[in-house]
C-alpha cells in the first residue's frame, strides 16, 4: 500500500500538458500552447539580477521579499491604480501559482468549496481540491461580442461552505475583463457573506484599449476579505524566473508569513534585484511588448476570421485566442493530431473547465512572421480535419 494521499493520485494532469509532452523536442513545431511570449526577459533586468548574484546576494533572505522590492510594489500599485499600500499587506511569492496555493492553504479545508469562473486556468481549481476543497464551477456567456458574467449565477453556486470565490481579470483564456460596477456588486456579496475574492489579475498590462486593467484593490477596504494575485511572467517576459506577489487584508499577515515560512521561507534575494528593475525601468518594454501583442492579436483576429470552419470568440486582454472549429468535438485529439500533422502546438479547451470543451487556446504573444505560419498550418490542417 502506497504512502501517497488518493486524492492526490486521483489528480488529473491539466490536458495541455498530454500535448506538450506529445510534441516535446519536434524538430519545426510552433509553440502556442503555453502563456509565454517568444522573446526573452529584456537585458537591463537581466543585469540587475546578475549584478546581485555577483554582490554576493546569496544568503536567505526576507519570508516577504526584500524591503527595496515591497517599496517598489508599493510605487508600482501607486503609479498604475492610485492606491496607497502598506508595505504589511504585499509578500513576494515563488511564482503567482505558489501565491495561489499559499490562498488556499489558508483559506479551505475538507468540506469546503470554492466558486470558480470558467473557462480558467485549470492549475488554480487543482490547488483548491489538493486542500480538500470541492469546485463549483460557474460557466461565463460567451456570444459574438466575447464573455460576459451573470453574477446572479454567480451567487446562486454560493452556500455556507463556500469559502473562495475565484475569478481572473484579465483571463485565461478568454480575455474577460470584468467591469468596475460588477466588482462592486461581487465584493459587496463576499463582504457579507464572509467569502473571500481570489482575484488573478496577473495580465493586468495585457490591455488594448487602457494603459491597465481595473483591479479589485481600487475599490476595496483593507480589511475586505481579498486577495489579489500577480506575478512578473507576463509584462516583462518573466515567465522563467518563477516570481510573482500578493495582496491580502491586513488582519491575514500572521498567516501570510508562517505559510510562506512553512512553503518556500522566501525568494532568492539576486532575483528580487531583477523584479526591482523591472517595475521602476520596465514601462518602455512594457509598451513595446504590448503593442507586439495587439499586432499578434491582429494577425490572428484577421486570420482566423477568413477560415470557413473556424469561429474565433473576440477578447479583452491578455494575449490568447480561443476559437472553434466546426466538427470538432473532441478538442484533446484535435490538438494531440495538430502536434504531428501540422507542427502546432496548441491548447485544448478540456483543460479550462466548462464552457470551453468545444474551443481551443492559441498564445499569440509571437511575432508576425511566426504568427501566419501557425496560422498557415492551422488553415490547412482545419479545412482537412476529421475526427476519427
Same mark, same amino acid.
Given at each position: 500500500?502506497?504512502? !501517497? ?108 468549496? !470554492? ?134 487584508? +491586513? ?17 532568492? +534575494? ?9 517595475? +521602476? ?18 494577425? !490572428? ?23 472553434? !472549429? ?14 504531428? +500533422? ?47
Amino acid at each position: 500500500m502506497g504512502v !501517497v494521499r488518493q486524492q492526490i493520485e486521483e489528480l488529473e494532469d491539466s490536458p495541455i500538458l498530454e500535448v506538450f509532452r506529445s510534441g516535446l523536442n519536434l524538430p519545426g513545431l510552433i509553440p502556442m500552447w503555453a502563456g509565454e511570449p517568444d522573446v526573452p526577459t529584456p537585458e537591463f533586468i537581466c543585469a540587475a539580477a546578475s549584478r546581485g548574484l555577483a554582490e554576493g546576494r546569496t544568503f536567505y533572505s526576507y519570508n516577504r521579499g526584500i524591503p527595496a522590492l515591497r517599496d517598489a510594489l508599493i510605487n508600482y500599485h501607486a503609479r498604475l491604480w492610485g492606491i496607497t499600500l502598506p508595505e504589511r499587506r504585499i509578500a513576494l511569492t515563488l511564482s503567482g501559482m505558489n501565491a495561489v496555493m499559499l490562498v488556499a492553504q489558508a483559506t479551505v479545508q475538507p468540506g469546503d468549496n !470554492v466558486v470558480a469562473i470558467t473557462p480558467s486556468w485549470p492549475n488554480i481549481m487543482r490547488a483548491m481540491q489538493i486542500n480538500g476543497a470541492a469546485v463549483r464551477e460557474v460557466m461565463l456567456d460567451r456570444g459574438n461580442d466575447g464573455w460576459r458574467l451573470d453574477l446572479d449565477a454567480v451567487f446562486a453556486a454560493c452556500d455556507a461552505r463556500t469559502r473562495v470565490i475565484y475569478l481572473a481579470s484579465p483571463g485565461n483564456p478568454t480575455g474577460w475583463m470584468i467591469g468596475r460596477e460588477e466588482a462592486e456588486r461581487l465584493l459587496a456579496f463576499a463582504r457579507a457573506r464572509g467569502i473571500a475574492i481570489l482575484s488573478d489579475e496577473v495580465y493586468h498590462r495585457i490591455v488594448y484599449d487602457r494603459p491597465v486593467a481595473f483591479s479589485f484593490l481600487e475599490i476595496a477596504r483593507p480589511d475586505d476579505p481579498l486577495f489579489v494575485v500577480n506575478s512578473f511572467s507576463k509584462a516583462w517576459a518573466m515567465t522563467g524566473w518563477r516570481l510573482g506577489w500578493m495582496v491580502y487584508p +491586513e488582519y491575514a499577515l500572521d498567516a501570510v508569513e508562517k505559510l510562506i515560512q512553512f512553503n518556500t521561507s522566501g525568494g532568492l +534575494e539576486f532575483l528580487q534585484a531583477g523584479c526591482i528593475a523591472a517595475l +521602476e525601468q520596465g514601462e518602455e518594454f512594457v509598451r513595446f511588448f504590448v503593442d507586439r501583442c495587439r499586432t499578434g492579436r491582429e494577425v !490572428v483576429n484577421a486570420r482566423l476570421g477568413d477560415m470557413p470552419r473556424v469561429r474565433n470568440i473576440p477578447s479583452a486582454g491578455a494575449f490568447y485566442a480561443m476559437f472553434e !472549429v466546426d466538427g470538432v468535438m473532441d478538442t484533446l485529439r484535435f490538438c494531440l493530431r495538430a502536434v504531428q +500533422e501540422a507542427g502546432l502546438g496548441m491548447a485544448p479547451g478540456t483543460a479550462f473547465g466548462r464552457g470551453a470543451e468545444r474551443l481551443v487556446r492559441i498564445c499569440y504573444a509571437k511575432s508576425p512572421e511566426n504568427l501566419n505560419d501557425a496560422m498557415d498550418r492551422l488553415e490547412r490542417f482545419a479545412a482537412d480535419y476529421r475526427e476519427d
